[in-house]
């Protein structure tokens, strides 16, 4: 089978292009035949699909590092992977950049046919942040996919409720095993400073106010206050411009540690430095992350916010630390976001103290990394799919706003009959 493959990929500093370099081995394996389309590559896609393709996949997610992607999700569709229940972001950023403020309202009438007129005006008024959230801005992509595969059963119901017509399946999210380079824990350690006895923290991905970076800062700051000895590794790339203030107004410059961006190859090391994952999230785009499955993999405990698409987890409710599911061993311990500050001192103040708590959770961890995050996983999911999805008729393209469909082909066209030469682009 051959397939067109719509992804960023490394050195692309996006965990979506870590995921694709982990599956497309797998896929190559198994006999597909597979042509890659980055930002810097996809303008071939219009001549290889002389040759046609079985399917294309389109890797989705609510950054900038799929702007390029958005035309070939309506002219070509296919499989798609969305990563991100929530789209608005990325996509409004997109045509405000480009100052197309007539197709950003075009499209959101489409994809909120029930919203107020005035809630365009929000963002096209400048405001942006967590009310996005409100507007996922979804409709038009799934519409145009002969299928849309999401990361957890909870999103794909949602989807299913909400877009009747759609064909929409729960694929695993995998990751490779995490095995760290000979001494890296001791290594690192000494690199940042902190002491071999330390109990180290580690918020691990894309920097930015929703990994609860405040919130974090404040625990660590009271665990510091109280005589604990705790450091913080801040282990990505920056999107939150504040950090270093915030960092110095708490006077914590000398736990926290910022690394900026962490090469793939790099990723079990700077786990194996630390005791504690945190993987918290609010607002939320209903994604499954892959810094938490990578921690996971690394026998990390890991601290997570109780969100209903986590509702699965097997956790421990840091309020009453009882578990969340009492069928599996729990691998967490879940944060409460309408008591947030509290929860989440509790949980870093008795993971920092019970070593052996932390021990137990990274054992357990491990185990349901092996059976629900496991990249083979991924792989069976993927050509469960992949045929299913090629086996689809392509949607009509229906009311889907004109500017969405159109690739512009019939204005090469004319112009080229002006110049006396008849083109035949093909389809």
Same mark, same amino acid.
């Given at each position: 089978?051959?397939?067109?493959?719509? =992804? @960023?990929?490394? @050195?692309?500093?996006?965990? $979506?292009?870590?995921?694709?370099?982990?599956?497309?081995?797998?896929?190559?394996?198994?006999?597909?035949?597979?042509?890659?389309?980055?930002?810097?590559?996809?303008?071939?896609?219009?001549?290889?699909?002389?040759?046609?393709?079985?399917?294309?996949?389109?890797?989705?997610?609510?950054?900038?590092?799929?702007?390029?992607?958005?035309?070939?999700?309506?002219?070509?569709?296919?499989?798609?992977?969305?990563?991100?229940?929530?789209?608005?972001?990325?996509?409004?950023?997109?045509?405000?950049?480009?100052?197309?403020?007539?197709?950003?309202?075009?499209?959101?009438?489409?994809?909120?046919?029930?919203?107020?007129?005035?809630?365009?005006?929000?963002?096209?008024?400048?405001?942006?942040?967590?009310?996005?959230?409100?507007?996922?801005? !979804?409709?038009?992509?799934?519409?145009?996919?002969?299928?849309?595969?999401?990361?957890?059963?909870?999103?794909?119901?949602?989807?299913?409720?909400?877009?009747?017509?759609?064909?929409? /399946?729960?694929?695993? &999210?995998?990751?490779?095993?995490?095995?760290?380079? /000979?001494?890296?824990?001791?290594?690192?350690?000494?690199?940042?400073?902190?002491?071999?006895?330390?109990?180290?923290?580690?918020?691990?991905? #894309?920097?930015?106010?929703?990994?609860?970076?405040?919130?974090?800062?404040?625990? &660590?700051?009271?665990?510091?206050?109280? %005589?604990?000895?705790?450091?913080?590794?801040?282990?990505?790339?920056?999107?939150?411009?504040?950090?270093?203030?915030?960092?110095?107004?708490?006077?914590?410059?000398?736990?926290?540690?910022?690394? %900026?961006?962490?090469?793939?190859?790099? $990723?079990?090391?700077? #786990?194996?430095?630390?005791?504690? =994952?945190?993987?918290?999230?609010?607002?939320?785009? %209903?994604?499954?992350?892959?810094?938490?499955?990578?921690?996971?993999?690394?026998?990390?405990?890991?601290?997570?916010?109780?969100?209903?698409?986590?509702?699965?987890?097997?956790?421990?409710?840091?309020?009453?630390?009882?578990? !969340?599911?009492?069928?599996?061993?729990?691998?967490?311990?879940?944060?409460?976001?309408?008591?947030?500050?509290?929860?989440?001192?509790?949980?870093?103040?008795?993971?920092?103290?019970?070593?052996?708590?932390?021990?137990? #959770?990274?054992?357990?961890?491990?185990?349901?990394?092996?059976?629900?995050?496991?990249?083979?996983?991924?792989?069976?999911?993927?050509?469960?799919?992949?045929?299913?999805?090629?086996?689809?008729?392509?949607?009509?393209?229906?009311?889907?706003?004109?500017?969405? !469909?159109?690739?512009?082909?019939?204005?090469?066209?004319?112009?080229?009959?002006?110049?006396?030469?008849? &083109?035949?682009?093909? !389809?």
């Amino acid at each position: 089978m051959r397939l067109a493959w719509f =992804s @960023p990929l490394p @050195p692309a500093p996006t965990g $979506i292009a870590g995921y694709s370099a982990d599956i497309l081995p797998l896929l190559d394996a198994a006999g597909y035949e597979i042509d890659r389309f980055t930002a810097s590559t996809a303008h071939e896609f219009a001549w290889r699909r002389r040759r046609p393709y079985d399917l294309v996949v389109h890797q989705l997610g609510n950054s900038e590092w799929h702007d390029y992607m958005w035309p070939y999700l309506f002219t070509a569709p296919g499989l798609v992977v969305l990563h991100d229940a929530r789209l608005h972001h990325a996509r409004a950023a997109l045509l405000f950049r480009h100052r197309r403020r007539d197709d950003y309202r075009r499209e959101f009438a489409y994809n909120h046919p029930a919203a107020p007129d005035v809630a365009a005006d929000y963002a096209l008024e400048g405001l942006r942040g967590s009310p996005f959230h409100f507007w996922p801005m !979804t409709r038009a992509v799934i519409d145009a996919a002969k299928l849309v595969a999401v990361h957890n059963e909870f999103v794909a119901q949602e989807l299913r409720d909400t877009h009747p017509a759609a064909h929409v /399946e729960r694929i695993h &999210l995998g990751v490779p095993p995490m095995i760290p380079s /000979e001494g890296a824990r001791d290594t690192l350690r000494r690199a940042y400073g902190i002491p071999a006895s330390s109990v180290v923290f580690i918020a691990f991905g #894309l920097v930015t106010p929703e990994k609860r970076i405040e919130p974090i800062l404040r625990a &660590l700051g009271t665990l510091a206050a109280r %005589g604990r000895d705790v450091h913080l590794l801040v282990a990505g790339g920056n999107g939150f411009p504040g950090l270093d203030d915030l960092i110095a107004a708490r006077q914590l410059g000398g736990r926290v540690h910022v690394t %900026g961006y962490v090469a793939e190859e790099r $990723i079990a090391d700077y #786990l194996a430095a630390a005791d504690v =994952s945190l993987s918290l999230r609010w607002p939320t785009a %209903g994604e499954t992350s892959g810094a938490w499955a990578e921690s996971l993999a690394a026998s990390r405990p890991t601290i997570i916010t109780s969100l209903p698409h986590t509702a699965d987890v097997p956790a421990l409710d840091a309020r009453t630390w009882q578990p !969340t599911r009492r069928a599996r061993d729990p691998i967490a311990v879940a944060v409460d976001m309408l008591d947030e500050d509290a929860t989440l001192l509790a949980a870093m103040s008795r993971l920092a103290e019970d070593a052996a708590l932390r021990e137990t #959770l990274g054992r357990a961890a491990h185990a349901y990394w092996a059976a629900e995050h496991h990249v083979s996983l991924m792989a069976d999911d993927y050509q469960r799919v992949i045929a299913l999805a090629a086996s689809l008729p392509a949607p009509a393209k229906g009311a889907l706003p004109a500017h969405l !469909t159109d690739d512009y082909s019939g204005r090469a066209m004319a112009i080229a009959r002006e110049l006396g030469v008849d &083109l035949d682009l093909g !389809t």
